[in-house]
Every structure is written in structure tokens, then in C-alpha cells.
């Protein structure tokens, strides 16, 4: 009786699969290029927000307010770049995954891109801009990765040709003829059962044939180096086209009464110590923007209107030729851990806030200022706070220099004696007079505070956190502030010890941090150094540790360090 055997072939994938898994991956990969690429080149050429930015706009906007708390404790000033990494992450990924299912099944992969597309026009309804002209540059990517699939599953199965499709000549021989001898074994690799890739008039997978393979690389390359030149130029368009794209170009006017040089012994000069005037490339920046915002200074406008008499627009260049100030101001970010670094000093060029309400006739009973950046987030200000005689300004310049782009560009508002979430606003572009009670800004919504005033608070900068230095004397300094109520003193202790004064800095007003610095002598060992701050009001901060939201936090300052 013949014997024939089977093997176990049959219970393996083909040696081909894995091959062609890996070629559905990097097709999946190539038409997620292309249709990032193309987007971006939609969105330079229309000069909206590219599709990438649009979905992580929607997720921070829509986010529950304890993840955005956490993301920005967590990650500080580098949350944005977190978050657009972990939304290319999951595109890659969904991408590569779709594109292996795509490789056996066109149709899914269609139905993929659609999906995705549909996601994409979902963040642009979701998100709080209001430049719809981002849902093209979304279709326009959603196009272009169709465009590419077809292309590459085109290669990758490419149609039969005559030698190989079902129109080809049978093989010589009937199937007497090309059956196995009586008694020879049979392997499955010698079966042809129906539905092999490998049965006559079935094209085989591109990537195992020469031809096919060949064509798959040469495509797959073309769609690539599209993709990449289309998205560079996307990029790169703001530049080329002027305006927004370009550096800060503004020629600010001196101011009309300039300040004074700062006081002598305003800056202490001790290593480690931040300086008192903040470095404009040094300065924290928080903001919701995953791009930098580049308003284009020459078509900038600002509004005033709402619960006002007299509303009016105002250009750049009515701007610029009024009489403007300057103002030395400590900003501070709401989301400052206790002795974190999420405050910087500068002196600012602006005309006074309160000046430009005046012209349009604040109502009675307009108790908030609530101001929109060129990319739709908003702030909520207390009018009578603005209105109270301290250097609220509508700023323009920071420290010598038009406002960075990342700092508000062309003009931003700056408040002293406020959290920047209440009062801060970058590249703003509207001013609308009405009430708390009528209105929510973007982080009232979201159950943070909504008056907010600046906490007293005080920081340990020298010796650094889990620092070295040597035994004996050793210095100790630092910052406070308290700002538009002024820094009364500032005390420290080690290692649990009595408290005494440090010497402080002079400060050029009541609206900016202060230095202090005082000396210790310490014996070989591990110790640590506290320190706590009195304001002019004789508030001295507490001791209890609050977390920054909803409106700032509040404990003393405590640090370690190894004396040897």
C-alpha cells in the first residue's frame, strides 16, 4: 500500500508571511507619512494649524482637568512636546498595524483612512479655534494617504501578467503525467490545494518575486521622498511666504518715560543664584499652545469691546505710536510646585491696560476682563484689579527686545500680582468687558480659580537640591516673592534649627521677586536648610503644603545637602 506523508508544513505560516508582514507594516508607515506630509503642506499653504497639532489641541482642550494637572506636574515646560510625541507614537503604530491588515485586505485599509480622517475632522469641531480651514488641510492628508495606498498594495500585488495570471498556458503533461509515482512521498510543499498563493494563476506576494519587489521599493521610495518634501516645505512655508513665519520684526519705540538702571545690589552675583532680571531664552513658558502662535504684527489687531461705552479696534502701528511704559514684573505660573522654577523676571514695554479701558468706558458692573489669544484660549481678569493703579500693561517688548514669539508676540498682557492663567494673555487679540457671573474662561471651566492673586512664596537656590559643598562656611541663598505686595524678610533655618534672618537683595519696586543670602557654617555630613518668607503686609507664608491647583501652592522650601 503506497505511504504517503504530509509533513507538518502545513502547520506553519509560509515562509513568505513574515516578509509580507513587514512589507504591510512599512506600506501602513508610508501612507501615515503622506498623509502627515501633505497635511502639513495644506496647512502652510492655508496657514492653519496642521492635522497632528488639531488632534492634540482637541485632547488638551478636552481633557478632565486632573490629567492636565498631572501632565503639566509631571512633565513642566516639556508637556507639549510629550504629548505630540505620544500622538505620532499612536499614529506610527496604528499606522503600521493597519497597513499589515491593508496588505490582505485593501478595503480595510480604506476603511482605516476614512476612520482617521473622521478623527481628524472630529478635533477640529472639538477643539476651541475657530479655524475651520484646518478640516481642509486634515482632507487634504486624508487624500494623500489613499492616494499612496493605492499606489503601494498596486506594487505590492501587482496584476498578473501573462506568463503568470490565469490566461497563462498549462503546464505540458496531463495530470496523470505530473502525479507522484506510486510509492513516492508527498510533501504539502508539492500539493497545490485551492487558494495557495503559489497555485498556478494566483499572483504571487511582490515582496518574494524580483520584479515585484523592485517595483514595491521604487514606489515606496517616491512616496516617501513626496511626503518628506511636502511636509518640510508645509513647514517651512510661514518663513518663505513672510510675515508670521519670520523672527520678531517689530522696531519698538523708545519708551516715553524710561526707568532707571536697576538699583545697585539688585543682583547679587552668587553662583547658582537665578539672576534678578530673567534671560528672554530662560523664561518659563506654560501655555496650552502645542505651536507657537505667529500672529503676523503687520495685519494684528486688538479689540475692545463688550460691556464698554466706546468699543474700538487698534492696530500695531496705533500702538506703537502711543506713549509707552516700562514696568519691572515677576511673572509666576499657577502650576509652580513649592520651589519650582515656573517664574522668571523682566522688565516690560507696554501702554498702561487701564489707560486703553478708560478710552472705551468700562460699565458698571464689568468686573472681568476677559481677553482671547489668535489661537482661542481665554483668560478671565478682575477689572477692579487692573484698574487699581498698578503697571497692568498691554505689552510689547521684554526686556529690550520685541516679545519672542513664545512669549506673546506681538503683544501679550501682563498683570502683576496675578497667576498668569487669570491674567497673562499671549498673542492676544481681543478684549471683551463683562462679568464673572456671565462668562467662563478657559481654566475656570476646568474648576481652577478664578481671582487668583500671587501667594507669597519663597525658594531655595543655593546649595542645590541634593548638592555637595564643603564643610564649614557655607552659603545659602535664594528668591521671593510677593509681588504688588513687596517681600517684608525671608528667614532660614538648617537642620531643624532656630530661625534667623537672611539678608535680602534691593528690589526696584513691590511688583518683582527679591534675593536673599545669607551664610552657615556646617560640620561634614548630610543636612538640610528650610526657609519661609514674611510679605509687607506681615503675612508669613505657611508651612502646609498645598498643591498649584486650583490657585496656587502654598509650604516652605526644603532641600538636602552633603557638606564634606
Known amino acids: 500500500m503506497p505511504h504517503v506523508t504530509t509533513g507538518t508544513r502545513g502547520e506553519q505560516p509560509p515562509p513568505h508571511d513574515g516578509r509580507r508582514r513587514g512589507a504591510g507594516a512599512a506600506l501602513g508607515l508610508l501612507v501615515v507619512g503622506a498623509a502627515l506630509g501633505f497635511g502639513e503642506l495644506a496647512a502652510g499653504l492655508l496657514r492653519v494649524t496642521s492635522p497632528v497639532v488639531t488632534v492634540g489641541d482637541a485632547l488638551v482642550d478636552n481633557s478632565p482637568p486632573f490629567l492636565m494637572s498631572w501632565a503639566i506636574a509631571l512633565f513642566g515646560t516639556a508637556d507639549k512636546a510629550v504629548l505630540v510625541t505620544g500622538v505620532l507614537l499612536v499614529l506610527v503604530l496604528s499606522g503600521a498595524a493597519l497597513g499589515v491588515v491593508a496588505s490582505r485586505r485593501p478595503v480595510a485599509g480604506y476603511v482605516g483612512l476614512g476612520l482617521f480622517t473622521a478623527a481628524g475632522l472630529t478635533a477640529v469641531a472639538l477643539r476651541r479655534a475657530d479655524d475651520l480651514g484646518a478640516a481642509a488641510a486634515v482632507v487634504v492628508g486624508g487624500v494623500a494617504g489613499a492616494v499612496a495606498l493605492a499606489l503601494l498594495l498596486r506594487r505590492l500585488d501587482p496584476a498578473p501578467s501573462r506568463a ?16 507522484p509515482a506510486e510509492g513516492a512521498e508527498v510533501d504539502d510543499q508539492d500539493r497545490e490545494p485551492h487558494g495557495r498563493d503559489d497555485a498556478p494563476g494566483v499572483p504571487q506576494a511582490g515582496p518574494d518575486r524580483g520584479p515585484g519587489r523592485r517595483g514595491f521599493v521604487l514606489t515606496a521610495a517616491g512616496v516617501l521622498a513626496a511626503s518628506g518634501t511636502a511636509g518640510a516645505l508645509g513647514r517651512a512655508l510661514p518663513t518663505l511666504l513672510g510675515g508670521s513665519g519670520s523672527g520678531p520684526q517689530l522696531s519698538l519705540p523708545a519708551p516715553a518715560a524710561p526707568l532707571p538702571a536697576l538699583p545697585s545690589g539688585a543682583d547679587l552675583g552668587v553662583p547658582g543664584l537665578a539672576p534678578f532680571t530673567t534671560p528672554n531664552t530662560d523664561f518659563y513658558r506654560i501655555d496650552t499652545a502645542l505651536t507657537v502662535p505667529r500672529p503676523d504684527p503687520a495685519q494684528w489687531t486688538l479689540r475692545v469691546h463688550g ?90 517688548g521684554m526686556n529690550g527686545e520685541p516679545l519672542p514669539h513664545e512669549h506673546g508676540h506681538p ?31 478657559y481654566w475656570a471651566r476646568r474648576g481652577w480659580g478664578v481671582r487668583a492673586p500671587i501667594k507669597t512664596m519663597s525658594r531655595i537656590d543655593v546649595p542645590a537640591p541634593l548638592g555637595r ?34 539678608e535680602l537683595a534691593a528690589v526696584p519696586g513691590i511688583d518683582t521677586w527679591v534675593q536673599w543670602v545669607t551664610e552657615t557654617t556646617v560640620d561634614p555630613g548630610t543636612h538640610s536648610v528650610e526657609v519661609r518668607a514674611t510679605d509687607a503686609t506681615g503675612f508669613t507664608q505657611p508651612s502646609e503644603r498645598v498643591d498649584p491647583i486650583p490657585d496656587g501652592a502654598t509650604g516652605w522650601h526644603r532641600i538636602r545637602f552633603t557638606a564634606t
Not at 490565469?166 to 503525467?177: C, L
Not at 460691556?307 to 492696530?315: A, H, L, S, W, Y
Not at 482661542?376 to 500693561?393: F, I
Not at 509681588?483 to 537672611?502: L, N, S
Open 411 to 441: 503683544a501679550r498682557l501682563v498683570v502683576p500680582g496675578l497667576y498668569g492663567f487669570v491674567s497673562a494673555t499671549k498673542w492676544v487679540t481681543d478684549i471683551r468687558l463683562t462679568r464673572f457671573a456671565d462668562d467662563e474662561a
Open 307 to 396: 460691556r464698554v461705552d466706546r468699543p474700538f479696534e487698534i492696530t500695531m502701528d496705533e500702538l506703537l505710536s502711543r506713549d509707552l511704559v516700562e514696568a519691572d514684573i515677576t511673572l509666576a505660573c499657577v502650576s509652580n510646585q513649592v520651589g519650582g522654577d515656573l517664574v522668571g523676571n523682566a522688565r516690560w514695554l507696554g501702554f498702561p491696560l487701564a489707560d486703553l479701558l478708560r478710552e472705551a468706558g468700562v460699565h458698571s458692573g464689568a468686573d472681568q476682563i476677559l481677553s482671547t489669544s489668535s489661537d482661542g484660549w481665554t483668560c478671565g481678569t478682575p477689572t477692579e484689579v487692573v484698574m487699581d493703579g498698578r503697571d497692568a500693561l498691554l505689552a510689547v
Open 469 to 502: 559643598v564643603g564643610s564649614g562656611e557655607v552659603v545659602l541663598a535664594g528668591v521671593a516673592w510677593a509681588q504688588h505686595t513687596g517681600i517684608a524678610g525671608v528667614e532660614v533655618r538648617v537642620d531643624d534649627g532656630d530661625w534667623w534672618e537672611a
Open 164 to 179: 503568470q495570471g490565469p490566461a497563462a498556458e498549462p503546464e505540458h503533461g496531463t495530470d496523470a503525467e505530473r502525479a
